[in-house]
């Protein structure tokens, strides 16, 4: 059970992250709307296919987690070893 609520808060706080990410793309975008060109459509429309594909790997994500908690709690467990010692260097 341990496991799943382990799971449940990494998919909560990867939900956190697209959700600031893709409130600064809206930020983006609005002050690219300002700008009139070429250059500030491309750019919006880059913007529009970040965002897109942040949700589709977030929907991903989340699938695979879901169907395998256990092997993802260890993954991120050993991900997260491998940051501290990296980091306590």
């Known amino acids: 059970m341990a496991d799943n609520t382990a799971t449940a808060a990494e998919i909560a706080e990867l939900q956190a992250e697209v959700d600031r990410l893709t409130k600064a ?17 491309t750019a919006r429309e880059t913007a529009e296919e970040i965002g897109e594909r942040v949700q589709e790997g977030l929907a ?24 501290g010692r990296v980091f306590t260097r």
């Open 25 to 41: 793309l809206e930020e983006a975008k609005a002050l690219l709307g300002e700008q009139p060109g070429e250059q500030a459509h």
């Open 60 to 83: 991903d994500l989340q699938k695979q987690i879901g169907e395998n908690p256990v092997p993802s709690a260890l993954i991120a467990f050993g991900i997260g070893f491998l940051l």
